[in-house]
């Protein structure tokens, strides 16, 4: 229950901190006058917006210990937060791929995409974590503590609290989902829908009845 009750949290946490970034990348684009942004800019942004949410994760697990460095859940938040980015990851690339395909006319938003420069801000994300865990004071510094402060403020507040709290909801279940395949790929060498998939057509066949079969 410990466990679930701790990826939910993460699940709002990242929702609430998605929705604080989106106004500040609202303010960013109206002050540019509405023009796109640049490979390197969208990349540097992005390093920003993801170390920080990085630092806001290590933070929220020493408040559910008071301060102290609890190296279980550390070690959850690691997986759930490098989960999350390879998550975005993913569906960036499928919308580049599918704006790719479809030609110009669309925001640089969705063609600003280099798998390479993605990869490097997720692991000086997640680097950054670890190092967090040597060197605690390092994640103390007004602008984390902020957003800190603002997502704890934003989770209390009643109607728009509990919208987000619907969306750590779904994460909840995305997060189970993710870990099952995981598991299941490591025991059968398939996700688990394909391995459901599989069991069940396997299933079929050994009960229906071949057409030429004598039924007696």
Not at 45 to 66: E, H, R, S
Not at 99 to 109: D, I, V
Not at 124 to 150: E, Q, R, T
Request: charge should be neutral; aromatic fraction near 18%; proline fraction near 2%.
């Amino acid at each position: 229950m410990e466990l679930l009750n701790f990826i939910f949290r993460m699940g709002v946490l990242f929702a609430i901190y998605g929705f604080i970034w989106g106004i500040f990348e609202f303010i960013l684009v109206f002050l540019n006058a509405g023009k796109g942004k640049t490979l390197s800019e969208e990349y540097v942004i992005k390093g920003i917006k993801y170390v920080f949410l990085a630092d806001v994760t290590f933070l929220f697990c020493l408040d559910l210990k008071d301060g102290e460095i609890s190296y279980y859940q550390l070690g959850l938040a690691a997986l759930i937060l490098t989960m999350y980015f390879v998550g975005k990851l993913q569906s960036n690339q499928q919308k580049a791929m599918l704006f790719g395909r479809m030609g110009g006319g669309f925001p640089m938003a969705y063609t600003n995409f280099n798998l390479k420069a993605e990869i490097g801000v997720i692991a000086l994300s997640v680097l950054c974590f670890v190092g967090f865990i040597f060197f605690k004071d390092l994640s103390i510094n007004p602008i984390s503590d902020w957003f800190h402060d603002s997502i704890i403020g934003i989770e209390k507040t009643p109607i728009i609290g509990f919208v987000f709290k619907v969306i750590g909801f779904f994460f909840l279940i995305s997060m189970l989902f993710k870990m099952a395949n995981g598991v299941m790929y490591i025991l059968s060498g398939a996700p688990l829908m394909q391995a459901s998939a599989q069991f069940r057509a396997g299933k079929k066949s050994n009960d229906d009845f071949d057409d030429y079969e004598e039924i007696n």
